[in-house]
């Protein structure tokens, strides 16, 4: 079950106790803590009516606290400390640039730098890497918010 709570600046999607805080105007967001290929991550969101999360470079360091925030609830879990400290995350890049077709402007050092590595994953300092799209990885899928305002007259 998913419900949405909207603040004022924030866009809170309130999935299975997972609540998120991102300063990402008009979208909600889930983090996804199952371990999928780019493209089975993908699938997830596309299931959820969403996408692979996309941002702007002010909201990138965001995210990256968001994710780390929320791999540090996960310890002590089903998935390994190992595998939480050292994990990306998939985000929406492929073919080196955001799915939306914006360049990435804050790639890791030395990154991109393999002809095979066709996806992009964001790491805890907030630099994309580009990876194998069949790596597993955890995801954060996004989803546009609509509102529907209707205004009512009361009747004399």
Known sequence: MYTFKVTRRFVNFLVAGTRVEVDIPDRCLIFVPEMKSWEGAWKHCITLDADLV???????KGLADYIKREKNKL?????????????????GVRNRKWTDSRPVKYWRDSEPNGTKEQC?????DGKISDE?????????????????INTYKKKD
Not at 132 to 148: A, E, G, L, T, W
Request: aromatic fraction near 8%; charged fraction near 20%; charge should be positive.
């Open 54 to 60: 996309v941002v702007q470079a002010s909201q990138v």
């Open 75 to 91: 310890k002590g879990g089903k998935h390994s400390n190992s595998v939480l400290d050292n994990t990306a995350t998939w985000v």
């Open 132 to 148: 194998r799209c069949i790596k597993c990885r955890f995801f954060v899928c996004s989803k546009s918010v609509r509102f529907n």
């Open 120 to 124: 992009g994953s964001l790491k805890e």
